[in-house]
């Protein structure tokens, strides 16, 4: 499994690079899967993803206690290295800076899927960027 870069650190496009077949034959992945976010009426801002989830659970590996945030920061996870090969990954939205104020609420939409190739991401995050898309699917 590893994570590649679909457009910026908004867009990771996971995928294997062969296909997990049992035959002598290998088979090039090129489909994966991918993960956007946004804050509700800031589409055209994606969040960043978290793919890394050591950087989320620390050495936790039964990943039920989030031990990385417990040294780090959101704001510094982000702008830190991540690695994403050869290992489970993940995908956590970050905000790296928020207030919400007593009464306040945030929403913020992610979308998961699978596409035939990383170049399909871009587009799909045009779509779901656009006004409306949300209101748009749930109905």
Do not use: W
């Amino acid at each position: 499994m590893g994570v590649y870069n679909a457009g910026g650190d908004s867009m990771p496009f996971f995928r294997l690079s062969t296909e997990p077949s049992d035959t002598a034959a290998v088979v090039i992945e090129e489909a994966g899967h991918f993960c956007l976010s946004y804050i509700e009426n800031e589409e055209d801002q994606f969040l960043p993803i978290v793919y890394d989830t050591s950087k989320v659970f620390g050495q936790d590996s039964s990943l039920m206690r989030p031990v990385g945030l417990y040294v780090s920061s959101v704001k510094s996870i982000v702008e830190g290295e991540q690695y994403g090969f050869a290992k489970t990954s993940s995908a956590f939205a970050a905000v790296k800076d928020v207030v919400i104020h007593p009464g306040q609420s945030m929403t913020i939409t992610t979308f998961y899927g699978r596409v035939n190739a990383i170049t399909d991401v871009p587009v799909i995050a045009r779509r779901v960027a656009q006004s409306g898309f949300v209101r748009y699917k749930l109905s």
